[in-house]
């Protein structure tokens, strides 16, 4: 089970997610978010976590080109494009950034193919991303999602287990769930987490 702690404020939080065997952190540049950071926090997140993770920049309000040259010039493994970008935007950024994630909502009424923008990874979020809010995953059963596909929105230590046995995503997402306040991770719930995340998974072998 693959598991990205998202949404990251401080360096110190990247030791907390890499020592709970995390596979991926997120951060955070979009203007309305209360999890956003600047350019040089940016920075000095993506080497804290010195390669040992991915690093993923996530963006949904600027041009996708412009994202790719930020993720490329802080130094991030990967760009997640969230919300409304086009098959163009992603072509145009892959030229920057080759490693593209598309994060989406079934509001959106999205193609559900993964790769199907040139993406490697495909992110399923709630309708409303970052609000902590459930959704319902009900709908997923029918809809025959397959491959590098993440699962996001509302996730918690208490119901990832759940929610990984419902749908059996190959990985999954989770900001909010593991805050004591927007934007301030609690470290022992993102280790939490991990271990809750990575014993679903394993059951699911």
Not at 17 to 39: E, F, K, L, P
Not at 195 to 205: D, F, I, N, V
């Amino acid at each position: 089970m693959y598991v990205k702690v998202c949404g990251l404020t401080d360096p110190a939080t990247v030791d907390v997610a890499v020592d709970a065997g995390a596979d991926a952190i997120g951060v955070v540049m979009n203007q309305t978010s209360s999890r956003a950071v600047d350019a040089d926090t940016a920075r000095t997140i993506v080497e804290r976590a010195a390669g040992r993770v991915d690093t993923v920049l996530v963006v949904n309000d600027m041009p996708a080109v412009d994202a790719a040259r930020i993720a490329a010039d802080l130094g991030f493994s990967v760009l997640q494009l969230h919300g409304s970008y086009t098959a163009d935007d992603f072509t145009a950024a892959s030229a920057t950034a080759p490693r593209l994630w598309r994060a989406t909502s079934l509001a959106n009424d999205p193609p559900l193919q993964v790769g199907a923008y040139g993406e490697e990874s495909l992110l399923l979020d709630a309708p409303r991303p970052g609000s902590g809010e459930r959704w319902d995953l009900s709908v997923l059963a029918d809809l025959g999602v397959s491959g590098h596909w993440l699962l996001a929105g509302g996730l918690s230590p208490t119901n990832v287990a759940d929610a990984v046995g419902q749908v059996h995503p190959w990985g999954v997402d989770v900001s909010s769930g593991v805050e004591c306040s927007p934007g301030v991770k609690d470290h022992a719930k993102v280790r939490a987490f991990v271990e809750a995340a990575r014993r679903a998974g394993t059951s699911l072998t």
